[in-house]
């Protein structure tokens, strides 16, 4: 069984940084892609990044420039650097791992419970 845990979030200033991390438990999780979602109030679940085993990335071409994703695969977690915050970044984001097709869709087989970000202005 993979569990994923989130953490990180919280609430902060516009034009804040933040750093979500995602610990994934379970060996079948070691290798696997990890993804980070977010649901904003009132909307669906959207992508947000993706990365593979070896480092290969995929963002949503809304988060290119203030999103990074990376992982640190002998600590089996991965993360989200989150730069100079808006408001539009309020959300629940979720980490997922072992996607059942594009990366980029919210079909993941393991998903986290979320972390709440505020963005206040």
């Known amino acids: 069984q993979v569990q994923l845990v989130e953490s990180g979030g919280g609430t902060v200033q516009a034009g804040g940084s933040l750093r979500l991390t995602c610990a994934a438990s379970g060996r079948a999780s070691e290798t696997s892609i990890k993804g980070w979602f977010r649901r904003p109030p009132g909307k669906e679940r959207e992508f947000v990044a993706a990365i593979s085993w070896t480092g290969g990335t995929w963002h949503a071409d809304s988060a290119r420039g203030r999103f990074s994703i990376s992982r640190d695969n002998a600590k089996n977690a991965v993360y989200l650097q989150i730069d100079t915050l808006k408001s539009d970044d309020t959300a629940v984001y979720y980490c997922?791992?072992?996607?059942?097709?594009?990366?980029?869709?919210?079909?993941?087989?393991?998903w986290g419970q979320g972390t709440q970000v505020t963005v206040s202005s």
């Open positions: 997922a791992s072992d996607p059942l097709g594009s990366v980029r869709k919210s079909e993941y087989r393991y």
